[in-house]
């Protein structure tokens, strides 16, 4: 009797242990689909962007967004606005903000890798050939081209994040957003103190919001 009690608990036991590691072994083959999914979308993003990082925030959206549903919109704008305000490129900053935050340490780097790849490629054969594409009118008529082609693309960008804050009907945001143009396109104000006067308001708007709900 003891004996056999023994025996199916060792069995249950080991029943346990196997779907504990098939658990695992499913986490991380799904884990692995998804790194190597985020690899392709920010090689393939990074490979197919002329323009800029404004560009590439676009395509980022649409990719882990609209198409993947891995982010919300409203947390790639706050994405978007981090990058654009961290220093150095924006495509880089992009990168490393989505790879951790969808998958930590591990997602950043291999989010980083896939953006720099296609341009570190791209431009070491351009560098290598430099007197050739520099005296090529067909490839200055096809760089003219894609002057237009990034020009709407921005100004996708703008719209969509434009109509994001409208929506939240917020006299504070809008009244930020229309600032922030007059200062940026007629004073010429450098955009670094556009973005932390931003920031120093949204962070005083967030304290009273939270002293007003603590009241409550």
């Known amino acids: ?29 799904n884990r692995a689909k998804m790194l190597f999914k985020l690899f392709l979308s920010t090689l393939y993003i ?15 959206k649409r990719k882990f967004v609209d198409e993947l549903h891995w ?10 606005a981090l ?4 220093p150095g490129a924006i495509a880089v900053n992009a990168a490393i903000l989505v790879g951790w935050r969808l998958a930590g340490p591990v997602g950043m780097a291999i989010a980083v890798l896939g953006t720099i790849l296609p341009p570190m490629i791209i431009l070491s054969v351009i560098s290598f050939f430099y007197a050739a594409f520099a005296c090529n009118q067909y490839v200055a008529l096809v760089l003219k081209g894609m002057q237009a082609g ?30 922030a143009f007059v200062a940026t396109f007629f004073l010429n104000l450098n955009v670094i103190y556009i973005i932390l006067a931003a920031a ?4 005083f708007k967030e304290l009273h919001r939270h002293r007003k709900e603590c009241r409550q």
Not at 83 to 86: D, F, L, M, R
Not at 171 to 177: C, D, Q, S, T
Not at 200 to 203: K, R
Request: proline letters at 0%; hydrophobic letters at 55%.
């Open 200 to 203: 120093v308001i949204g962070i």
């Open 150 to 179: 990034v020009a709407a693309v921005i100004l996708d960008v703008v719209c969509g994040l434009g109509r994001n804050v409208l929506k939240e009907k917020s006299f504070m945001n809008i009244a930020i957003l229309v600032l």
């Open 83 to 86: 990058a654009q305000s961290s």
């Open 46 to 60: 990074s490979a197919f962007t002329f323009g800029g990082g404004f560009v590439i925030i676009t395509f980022m």
């Open 1 to 29: 009797m003891i004996l056999g009690s023994r025996t199916i608990y060792l069995l249950f036991c080991n029943s346990l242990r196997k779907e504990a590691n098939m658990d695992n072994g499913m986490k991380a083959c």
């Open 71 to 80: 982010l919300e919109e409203e947390e790639m704008l706050d994405l978007a």
